[in-house]
């Protein structure tokens, strides 16, 4: 059988190993087969030093297909999302590994609306991929506009007039040396903020730090932070469809600010529901339940989460990761309106971790083992089989395995985005959440000896 072309979110894999240019053309040939002769979609990249490659590899599929093809050149993903639908474009693509490191690279499609492809979608250029079924005849012209960030500034700007901002904070913006480069200290320098920057200049190397910002990856951003006394970092993954905080504690963590986002995001819209993913922690349930807040759970990865949330009329969706899917802009990842919906919805800076206290503690961990894509399935598969030895509540199977305990739970499940299987444990105790890892750990490892043997 043909294995799945896309994982979690879109293509991904090291380049010219998982993601060579004939694969990359051939998804842009059958992508453009996919859609009508003559359509037109909007083509925009992160930072990466294989983007070009990886550009003209997709463009040559595309135009190849009669499909028209509009050059946005580097571009965080929101505003790739954004434009597709503001511009009445047919498609949007986007060259992107997101948090991953340097060396991948992928390709992530979107709707002519803005929200990402559907799983059934895939499964369509997916089918046209393996077939080799190419449609072939006039060739789609490629045009490029360069003004396409000047674009989202303009609709970001828009949709937050009349906020009640405090212009006094000092704000703290970290790209990551990726695609919001340059961008989104633009953009809050142009509404009134007082903005200094940290790794603000693209470069696929990402020599500033990790393009996934985490606690540790972000410690220079937070020691530059107390040098400059600022007030927020508000730092970006590499595409910018991510978006994490950090004060002068430190790091303000995943759950924690996604519960945090997602009430304030109830209280603007008058909305109830949250949807999130299996791999959400239980503080985003405990934040929005004084409100009549409800959080629904769907599959790992942000386009699953944005159609949970629009087929649920949700506030927003979330990924603990950083993701967040509000409406008000569109059903895709939108890092730096989520940005904006947090200052909106604060005075000072001091606000949130003084919300936070007032949440029962929770202790979340989160490791991975590696594991090759061929195996990684199988692999869980076999946790499967042995789960009776956890004595679990309840097991949600929907995606990976979620095994929910009495005062906490634990989720074993194969990476969509890299060659590794994910554990995570969240309990009120620190002790018995690492038990619950350590547990999770021990039976995934069993399982992929047992795989070898």
Same mark, same amino acid.
């Given at each position: 059988?043909?294995?799945? @072309? ?10 010219? /190993? ?9 998804? &842009? ?38 499909? %028209? ?13 954004? #434009? ?24 992530? #499609?979107? %709707? ?26 006039? *060739? ?27 212009? &006094? #904070?000092?704000?703290? =913006?970290?790209?990551? %040396? ?8 633009? =953009?809050?320098?142009?509404?009134? +903020? ?11 190397? +990402? ?19 107390? /040098? ?32 945090? =986002? ?42 699953? *989460? ?15 990761? &950083? ?15 989520? *940005? @904006? ?31 090759? %894509? ?35 739970? @634990?989720?074993?499940?194969?990476? &969509? ?25 021990? =039976? ?10």
């Amino acid at each position: 059988m043909n294995r799945a @072309l896309f994982g979690t979110s879109g293509v991904r894999g090291v380049v010219n /190993q998982d993601l060579t240019p004939e694969l990359c053309k051939n998804v &842009g040939s059958a992508l453009g087969t996919l859609l009508p002769a003559g359509a037109a979609v909007c083509l925009g990249m992160d930072s990466r030093l294989s983007r070009e490659l990886i550009r003209a590899a997709v463009t040559e599929g595309l135009i190849g297909a009669g499909v %028209n093809v509009a050059q946005a050149g580097i571009v965080p993903t929101p505003a790739l999302a954004l #434009l597709t639908r503001e511009m009445s474009f047919d498609a949007g693509i986007m060259i992107t590994a997101s948090h991953n490191p340097p060396e991948f690279n992928g390709i992530k #499609l979107f %709707n002519h609306d803005a929200i990402g492809y559907s799983r059934t979608q895939e499964e369509e250029v997916e089918k046209i991929y393996y077939s080799g079924s190419f449609r072939t005849g006039k *060739a789609g012209a490629v045009e490029h506009f360069p003004r396409m960030r000047d674009r989202y500034i303009q609709f970001i700007k828009a949709l937050v007039k009349g906020w009640n901002f405090n212009f &006094g #904070l000092k704000l703290l =913006i970290d790209p990551g %040396n990726g695609a919001a480069s340059g961008l989104v200290g633009d =953009i809050f320098r142009q509404m009134g +903020f007082n903005v200094f920057t940290i790794n603000d200049t693209p470069d696929g190397r +990402f020599p500033g730090r990790s393009p996934e910002p985490k606690e540790d990856t972000l410690q220079q951003t937070i020691k530059f932070l107390r /040098q400059k006394n600022a007030d927020l970092a508000i730092c970006f993954d590499g595409d910018a469809d991510r978006v994490v905080f950090c004060d002068h504690q430190g790091f303000l963590g995943f759950n924690e600010m996604i519960a945090f =986002i997602s009430r304030a995001a109830i209280k603007s819209s008058g909305k109830q529901t949250v949807a999130t993913t299996i791999e959400s922690g239980m503080l985003l349930d405990l934040a929005i339940k004084d409100l009549g807040g409800k959080v629904i759970r769907g599959r790992v990865g942000d386009v699953y *989460a944005a159609h949970l949330a629009r087929d649920n009329n949700a506030a927003l969706g979330v990924e603990s990761v &950083g993701v967040y899917i509000l409406p008000q802009a569109g059903y895709y990842p939108d890092s730096i309106f989520a *940005a @904006l919906t947090l200052l909106g919805s604060i005075s000072q800076a001091s606000d949130i971790r003084s919300y936070l206290t007032t949440l029962p503690p929770l202790f979340f961990f989160k490791e991975k083992i590696a594991c090759s %894509n061929e195996n990684k399935t199988e692999v869980v598969a076999r946790v499967r089989q042995q789960a009776d030895k956890l004595s679990a509540v309840y097991l949600n199977d929907l995606d990976g395995l979620r095994f929910e305990f009495t005062e906490g739970w @634990l989720l074993i499940r194969a990476s &969509g985005t890299e060659p590794a299987i994910r554990i995570m444990a969240e309990a009120g105790s620190q002790q018995y959440a690492r038990s619950l890892l350590n547990m999770g750990l021990t =039976i995934l490892k069993d399982a992929a000896k047992r795989k070898t043997a």
